[in-house]
């Protein structure tokens, strides 16, 4: 299937990726490329298989104890924030 | 003396062990190597200082008698782990200036074994490149050039500032994480050592995230035996990372020396990959036959999906970046752009600070899990995935470890790959297989093409098998004898 400018758009709306109107054509036709070639794994017949989200699957997750392993480090925390005040992120106005 | 920047950390642990020099001498005469060689761009970050003070730190230790399993040796670690108080950019304009106030669990581990860090090595940015070439602080020079001409090549990625270090002996050895091959691929471009273990033997934590259900951390190495040692001492279960594995961790170096006699080694036909250069496929054969000379038997294995598993990468890989670079919102940590509202800040913000491969990836990721596409993307590549993870498994039911090439050519020149966006996925063909089955692989310089650029043999294992790996590596190691070295000349 190949991706269109208008796709494009959506899914770098998505994606929170301004895309200059002037990338989007290259951009398509890079996705299209990439798209059209995994598309080769419509000839793997997966029947029946289970999709595989880790090679950790066969173990048990772990439970820690519900203790606090951290704090007491505010400064450290807010220490490369682009901007704070009084010991808080300070971000752009949300509510107008 | 021997110039102390050609020892291999083995060499030089005993040189210190003896007295023969000093930690600070050593690390001294690595200092003046990356200045010397700074035309590779292979630091996004020197720390001479807070080398020099590791090294004199550690020269205190060792004559008090208390040395660790690394003490005083100069160490370069990729600019993907955390370092604390020393700034980590993921090659990113989005991170440039990030200074963490903690330190990965690996390179804590080697802090606490004693290291000497040198500093932060370049890769493509957030490791997500085969070239170091996408990089926000410029590509890397591989170190080696080609004898027909003088261009700059590229040193493979997304470790090839640590490939690049390595191999120009700007350290003793540097840290590397490998996602799809991004240990394994810059090593063979490099002629070094590139070894990824089984997916949960180091902990994630503290590494910037690429695609967590493949990313590893591994040793970049000029011997199979000082990656044993570097690769002992980044292991180990870690509670701040839920894949982490509690398996038991063996001794490494344990199995060096021992010989391979009755081994099975599996030669997966489905790796003549086309295109892949016919002196590659000839160095097989040779390695093949290296490994039937110590007495080990090659044994024919079918991998029938191997050709699936790079677009299968090419969905989990993106889709997991795109999930995971979500964080980079400008709010807490790193780049912030102007913009007339919130969601224009985080619009502006993410244009700015990513580059245009991750950007890319970040929007085929997205696309892959949107709506009406994840089924026939995502879970279809899952689904792939597990069939190529069932294949090794009945494979290592038959054979002890399989060799294959570690890349389908060697370095390429800068620019070279940049207009072919495929051809340039395709770095990791032979590589990626073993990423997606979570299996450990190591790449071992074995040869020089008739160009005269060091090409790597690939082995994996099964999973948590780093013993019969290391084994095995050790007398390809041997049969290879690969002693050539680059120019230097940049």
């Known amino acids: ?96 | 003396m021997a110039n102390l920047t050609d020892l291999t950390i083995a060499e030089a642990q005993a040189g210190l062990a003896k007295g023969d020099f000093s930690s600070k001498e050593i690390t001294e005469a690595h200092i003046t190597a990356i200045e010397v060689a700074r035309d590779l761009n292979a630091f996004v970050t020197e720390t001479p200082e807070r080398a020099l003070a590791d090294a004199e730190a550690s020269d205190k230790r060792r004559a008090a008698g208390n040395v660790g399993a690394l003490d005083g040796l100069p160490i370069a670690i990729k600019d993907l782990f955390c370092t604390k108080g020393v700034k980590s950019t993921a090659s990113s304009h989005m991170l440039d200036g990030f200074v963490p106030p903690y330190e990965s669990t690996v390179t804590s581990k080697m802090v606490e074994a004693g290291m000497v860090m040198l500093g932060k090595t370049n890769l493509d940015e957030f490791a997500m490149g085969s070239s170091n070439e996408t990089s926000y602080f410029g590509p890397v020079v591989n170190p080696w050039k080609r004898n027909s001409d003088d261009q700059p090549l590229v040193p493979g990625g997304s470790s090839g500032g640590s490939a690049a270090a390595v191999a120009a002996r700007l350290c003793l050895a540097a840290t590397g994480t490998d996602t799809g091959g991004s240990i394994r691929q810059p090593a063979s471009f490099c002629g070094i050592v590139g070894m990824k273990p089984t997916y949960g033997r180091c902990s994630r934590w503290g590494i910037v995230a690429f695609a967590s259900s493949l990313d590893q951390a591994g040793p970049m190495t000029r011997t199979v035996r000082d990656s044993a040692i570097l690769l002992q001492s980044m292991v180990g279960f870690d509670p701040k990372d839920t894949t982490s594995s509690e398996m038991p961790v063996p001794d490494f170096q344990a199995v060096l020396g021992q010989d391979i006699k009755g081994l099975k080694i599996g030669i997966p036909s489905e790796y003549r990959v086309e295109g892949t250069d016919p002196e590659i496929l000839a160095l097989w054969d040779q390695g093949i036959k290296w490994l039937e000379d110590a007495g080990a038997e090659a044994v024919e294995v079918s991998l029938p999906r191997t050709k699936y598993a790079l677009p299968a990468y090419y969905i989990i890989a993106p889709a997991e970046a795109s999930s995971n670079l979500a964080r980079y919102d400008g709010m807490r940590y790193g780049l912030r752009a102007d913009g007339d509202s919130l969601a224009e800040v985080y619009e502006n913000t993410r244009a700015e600070g990513f580059g245009a491969e991750v950007r890319r990836r970040i929007l085929m990721g997205t696309y892959v899990l949107s709506a009406g596409y994840y089924d026939a993307y995502y879970i279809k590549a899952q689904k792939v995935r597990k069939l190529i993870a069932d294949e090794f498994s009945s494979a290592f039911e038959t054979v002890d470890a399989i060799l294959t090439p570690a890349v389908p050519s060697a370095a390429f020149a800068h620019g070279e790959k940049s207009d072919d966006l495929l051809g340039m996925y395709l770095n990791d063909v032979m590589t990626v297989p073993a990423s997606l089955a979570g299996l450990p692989g190591i790449s071992v310089p074995a040869g020089l093409s008739s160009d005269g650029l060091p090409l790597g043999l690939q082995l994996i294992t099964k999973a948590f098998d780093e013993e019969t790996l290391f084994r095995v590596a050790d007398i390809l190691e041997q049969s290879a004898g690969f002693t050539a070295r680059p120019g230097q000349k940049v």
Request: hydrophobic fraction near 40%; glycine fraction near 6%; include cysteine.
């Open chain 1, 1 to 96: 299937m190949s991706v269109d400018k208008s796709t494009v758009a959506r899914i770098a709306q998505l994606a929170r990726i301004k895309v200059p109107e002037e990338d989007l054509d290259a951009l398509a036709d890079e996705l299209s490329k990439i798209v059209g070639w995994v598309e080769q794994l419509d000839e793997v017949d997966t029947e029946g298989v289970a999709p595989m989200a880790s090679t950790a699957e066969g173990t048990v997750l772990r439970q820690r104890e519900d203790v606090v392993t951290d704090g007491d480090c505010r400064d450290d925390v807010l220490a490369n924030a682009p901007e704070t005040a009084k010991g808080y992120f300070v971000v752009p106005k949300v509510i107008e």
